[in-house]
């Protein structure tokens, strides 16, 4: 190892405290992108990076914007032979509730037990900051970067990513890179080196069933007139059958069945699905039968009700019909699928279900985002697997993210470039619930394996990258 990636990792171990300190500031801000009175929040999230970013030295630092809450732009432009990388990231996170579950306050960073807890911590201030931490270590140490550098810490991740297709439509050629690291993902499991190469698409919708003009006394208007709850749970039981496969005609268009070289990579993977399952609490059975645990959760379509409600939901009883009922729906796509065929789809199936003497109405979330998959020859694919071979002594596996990336299907299509998740968060790290947390042993091994990366990405050429751009 070179002097200078001595003194890189030196500096990374002497300012450990300092970083720690950074993400602990970054975490008390409640940047909750959904929730129009965390708009002060948002901003305050926004100025932080921006200071943080050019206290470090990036340059041309800016906000931007296409109707909703910003992103936040810099970049590093000095190495005119090498690769340019757009590292991605996203200072928005998700409601803390419900509050009376949270062990300590979820805007007040907690460390017990090697875990830093906090709303926000995992999903993705920690692992965004691991990668700020890199590259301030490599200009502070050698004043410059081993590549080209842009960076996108985008403030709607968690509501969709709602207008970053707008964001990256506006601005092509500022946002233009060879690749995309995303610092959002997430590893699969804390004991195994991996690496995602695919995840699935969504596609959301809301839906209302109306039976009368207003709430009803159940006593003098029950029997003759229909509950929209019994309507709202019919049509919910019909979006699948006995057999847990989607009953949505087309819904599975396009989809084709896992591969033999699918199936041997998932053969690969030391899985034991009863541990799986007991550590959630749950039991094996449910979902579209004829397919593994990890096919359904890597790569089979599901169609799930996230919420569904109506009437009285208040301590006590109270003898109601209520006027509506109304549910949220999204859908885990896969390759073939495209997202707004499948709303519609869905769509229709529920308006040819719904009886005459209700009616429904169906509002579609946004957009959505179609599947990805990672070309298997990419090369930061190639040298985000050396890097974590190196670390840990063996080959890691290929897997993929049972969620949604949005960003990856976007950048595939207005800037024509591929993404490659590094991300130092795993997936039980209870984000999106309460008790979110960061290992405080991946801020480490993070910090150390994105200097890693940038010097190996930094030793190819930009043409490497050529036989992989779509535009």
């Known amino acids: 190892m070179s002097p200078g990636r001595d003194a890189v990792s030196g500096w990374l171990a002497a300012q450990r405290s300092r970083l720690l300190a950074d993400l602990e500031a970054l975490v008390r801000i409640p940047s909750v992108s959904a929730d129009p009175a965390r708009a002060a929040a948002m901003r305050e999230a926004a100025d932080w990076l921006s200071a943080r970013l050019a206290a470090i030295g990036l340059q ?14 810099a970049d590093w432009l000095q ?3 090498a690769p340019t990388v757009l590292v991605y990231g996203h200072y928005d996170v998700q409601p803390p509730d ?12 907690t460390v017990r037990d090697g875990r830093l807890y906090a709303r926000g911590v995992s999903d993705d201030k920690g692992p965004t900051l691991t990668a700020l931490g890199a590259l301030e270590a490599f200009l502070a140490v050698e004043g410059r970067l081993p590549l080209n550098v842009k960076l996108l810490l985008e403030g709607e991740e968690e509501v969709g990513s709602r207008t970053l297709s707008a964001i990256l439509a506006a601005h092509p050629d500022l946002l233009a890179a ?3 690291l995303s610092a959002d993902g997430a590893r699969w499991r804390p004991d195994l080196a991996t690496v995602n190469v695919g995840s699935r698409g969504i596609v959301a919708l809301e839906l209302t069933v109306r039976t009368a003009a207003k709430d009803l006394h159940s006593g003098r208007y029950g029997g003759p007139v ?6 709202m749970c019919a049509l919910i039981a019909s979006l699948h059958d006995a057999r847990g496969r989607v009953a949505v005609l087309g819904f599975y268009d396009g989809v084709r069945e896992p591969s033999a070289e699918d199936r041997a990579m998932l053969s690969a993977i030391p899985f034991d699905e009863a541990a799986f399952f007991a550590g959630l609490g749950a039991a094996p059975g449910a979902g579209e039968a004829g397919y593994s645990a990890l096919e359904l959760n890597w790569l089979r379509p599901t169609l799930e009700v996230n919420g569904m409600w109506g009437g009285y939901m208040g301590a006590g009883s109270k003898t109601v019909i209520p006027c509506e009922a109304h549910a949220k729906i999204t859908c885990r796509l896969v390759a073939g699928q495209d997202p707004p065929t499948v709303a519609r789809a869905i769509e229709r199936h529920l308006q040819a279900r719904c009886p005459s003497y209700a009616g429904i109405s169906v509002a579609y979330g946004d957009h959505g985002a179609a599947a990805y998959a990672l070309p298997p020859g990419h090369p930061a694919l190639a040298a985000v697997e050396a890097v974590l071979a190196e670390r ?3 080959q890691p596996l290929r897997v993929w993210i049972g969620g949604t ?8 299509e207005t800037l024509g470039i591929d993404t490659v998740t590094f991300s130092f968060s795993t997936a039980d790290e209870d984000y999106h619930a309460p ?3 960061f290992r405080l042993a991946s801020f480490d091994e993070g910090l150390t394996a994105w200097v890693a990366l940038l010097r190996r990405l930094g030793a190819l050429p930009a043409a490497a990258f050529a036989p992989f751009r779509r535009r």
């Open 178 to 180: 060879d690749v995309v």
């Open 226 to 231: 229909a509950n929209p709850l019994h309507v």
């Open 405 to 412: 990336l949005p960003l990856s299907a976007m950048v595939l």
């Open 79 to 81: 190495a005119p032979a």
């Open 392 to 394: 840990s002594g063996r």
């Open 435 to 437: 008790n979110e947390f």
């Open 98 to 109: 419900p509050l009376d579950r949270w062990l300590s306050p979820p805007f007040e960073p």
């Open 60 to 73: 041309n630092v800016r906000r931007l914007a296409a109707g909703g809450h910003p992103a936040v732009y």
